[in-house]
């Protein structure tokens, strides 16, 4: 398979980068000088693609691929991913569900608790000397907290799972009410958002979840509630989202993911009441690990023609 080009669209991850090394030839499109020019020079060799959840292949990096077969993703979000284009061309597509499921669960539990126990605020509390000159305010109780979900799936379920273990009643939206599912459904996000402390967006970006977290939403959830994100940043109209926390119409944040990433809203970094990541959602040694080693299994099994590991398309 050493003779298969591979096309790797952004930095990712070095382990991932020398596995890719090991048994393709790759290329990484990040160091190209002149993308046109290489894509016009490798058009009838590069035969696969792998992204992630910065950079995939949209419509115009398919076209000019004519003899591609595979986008492999290095996430399980597929947005960076002309979907509708790779069936119509018969390129197959696969992603790395389940294995990431556990990091970005915890870290959503982590970002409730950071956010309402104020951890970051109270560890540069410590670190800044001000403990010596009195005791910090006290924070709002996390256990018994009712979490709203939005998008019951594999993350969205492990969330659930987690802060059910702290007592929190969980409700949840998605397209279709899960009838086998114990917890409260509510058909429409405004409703999810007013019935909820705090409300967790754990959905694909979609066209359709383009924005899901706007103003009604937000006023929905209210002066008390906390939004925690570790979907995509485009769920979540962003500058409406920093009003609301600027004027304490929201209660507050914990956000893993960004509109603009890396770029983040810098009225944001005064605020006590959020707390900010860089999209580090599965961001651990062993799950990335495991990530990488799940893209070059779907690549082996393609190229050796056996039925890929995690398709999707
Ligand atoms: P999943 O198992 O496919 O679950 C997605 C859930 O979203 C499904 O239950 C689906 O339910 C629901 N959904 C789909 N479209 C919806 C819509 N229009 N409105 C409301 N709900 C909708 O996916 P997953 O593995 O849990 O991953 C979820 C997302 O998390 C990924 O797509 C990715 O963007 C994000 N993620 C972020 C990080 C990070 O680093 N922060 C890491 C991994 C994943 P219905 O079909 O019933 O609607």
Known sequence: ????????????????????????KLFRFWTVPDKSSFLASHKDSIQAVVGNAFAGADAELIEALPKLEIV?????????????????????V????????????DLAIGLMLAVLRKL??????????????????????????????IGLG???M????????????????????????????????????AHCDILVVACPLTKETHHIINKEVIDALGPKGVLINIGRGPHVD????????????????????????PNVPEELFGLDNVVLLPHVGSGTVETRQAMADLVIGNLEAHFQKKPLLTPVV
């Not at 492999?72 to 197959?92: H, M, P």
């Not at 696969?94 to 669960?105: F, K, R």
């Not at 001000?130 to 907290?145: A, I, N, Q, S």
């Open 72 to 92: 492999a993703s290095f996430s399980v979000g597929l947005d960076k991913i002309d979907l509708a284009k790779c069936k119509e061309k018969g390129i197959r």
């Open 238 to 261: 962003e500058p409406e989202l920093v009003s609301a926390l600027v004027e304490r119409r929201l209660g507050g944040a914990g956000l893993d993911v960004f509109e603009h990433e």
């Open 120 to 149: 970051c605020e109270s560890d540069r509390y410590v670190r800044s000397g001000k403990w010596k000159k009195g005791d910090y305010v006290l924070t709002t109780k996390f256990t018994g907290k009712k979490v709203g979900i």
């Open 154 to 156: 594999r993350i969205g």
């Open 1 to 24: 398979m050493d003779s298969v080009e591979v096309l790797m669209a952004c930095p990712m991850d070095s382990y991932l980068e020398q596995q890719l090394e090991k048994s393709f």
């Open 158 to 193: 492990a969330i659930a799972k987690r802060a059910e273990a702290f007592s929190c009643p969980i409700s949840y939206y998605s397209r279709t009410e899960k009838p086998e599912i114990k917890y409260k459904y509510y058909p429409s996000v405004v409703e999810l958002a």
């Open 94 to 105: 696969t992603n790395t569900p389940d294995v990431l499921t556990e990091d970005v669960a």
